[in-house]
T-cell receptor, first 116, second 114 residues
């Protein structure tokens, strides 16, 4: 398998502030990265898909101005939650894929965001 | 509508016992089906992946089956261990817009008790 890391693993922030989450593919170049959100006892919900060097494609109902995604390199994508509110508290998981890896999605360990 | 349904929602078994988790899907065009294990507070980890032509695949104590005609899959866990306590997610993928789109089931939460 491939290794995908996320940083931080957990973060607590105050309402109204912004927080950035990093997703890195450590041992392969990811042409596509995905961001998911998972609420307690629910499954993963795709938020957006980002291809390196292109603008992210957001799923219906996901505010692109609130969840800023940057995929500037083949090994790094970032998700910035702007003006966070308590309802944004969730578990955020990224995954990475590439043609060389048969487009298999390799998941990161997740980031727990708590907005107070 | 592309959907993946899993049953049961939750399951409690005693250590050492076997169990079987179910997955039904209505995804088209079907590309492959994966079973993931997700520990609490962690990302999903792939257990098995099966394509249309594969009926069964094993990974240690985990054995997945696939019936593409009835669009059903199962995950059988043999001789359960305490560390098997986790959520098991069935994911069906389809090829769309030059990438795989994953359709997630809601998962089965398994608790293995000593």
């Amino acid at each position: 398998g491939a290794v995908v890391s996320q940083h931080p693993s957990w973060v607590i922030c105050k309402s109204g502030t912004s927080v950035k989450i990093e997703c890195r593919s450590l041992d392969f170049q990811a042409t596509t990265m995905f961001w998911y959100r998972q609420f307690p006892k629910q499954s993963l919900m795709l938020m957006a898909t980002s291809n390196e060097g292109s603008k992210a494609t957001y799923e219906q109902g996901v505010e692109k101005d609130k969840f800023l995604i940057n995929h500037a390199s083949l090994t790094l994508s970032t998700l910035t939650v702007t003006s966070a509110h308590p309802e944004d508290s969730s578990f955020y998981i990224c995954s990475a894929s590439s043609r060389q890896r048969d487009y298999e999605q390799y998941f990161g360990p997740g980031t727990r965001l708590t907005v107070t | 509508k592309n959907q993946v349904e899993q049953s049961p929602q939750s399951l409690i078994i005693l250590e050492g016992k076997n169990c079987t988790l179910q997955c039904n899907y209505t995804v088209s065009p079907f590309s492959n089906l994966r079973w993931y294990k997700q520990d609490t507070g962690r990302g999903p980890v792939s257990l098995t992946i099966m394509t249309f032509s594969e009926n069964t695949k094993s990974n240690g104590r985990y054995t997945a089956t696939l019936d593409a005609d009835t669009k059903q899959s199962s995950l059988h866990i043999t001789a359960s261990q305490l560390s098997d306590s986790a959520s098991y997610i069935c994911v069906v993928s389809l090829w769309m817009d030059s990438s795989y789109k994953l359709i997630f089931g809601s998962g089965t939460r398994l608790l293995v008790r000593p």
